[in-house]
């Protein structure tokens, strides 16, 4: 019988800022390795509060998205781009208005008041 390798399934996550950073029913932005991310906390969302997508708009090549309208669009969690109004699922990051763009996202979670992001 074989081992799994306990190396396999670790996590590398980095802090980004304080939960008391978080803005209720919206966004703010935070820097990850030269990346700008944009979280969002939705308290008492489905199953997930707490999402971090990729802060860069490609229609408008801007970094707005942190500052963009939180909605939900046929069940799905959505956050519209502020300036051309694409709508991107918080979940995944898929485009609805143009199926070949998605936005990066990132594991995220809490750990005793710090917001973590996921770097694998």
Known sequence: M???NPQ????TWKGVCSETD???NSGVVVWLDGAQVALFYLPGAQDQTLFAIDNHDPESGANVIGRGLIG???GDLVVAAPIYKQHYRLEDGQCLEAPDQRLRVWPVRLNAGVVELALD
């Open 8 to 11: 396999r399934n670790l996590t």
């Open 2 to 4: 074989s081992q799994a």
């Open 72 to 74: 939900s669009i046929k």
């Open 22 to 24: 978080l803005v209720s």
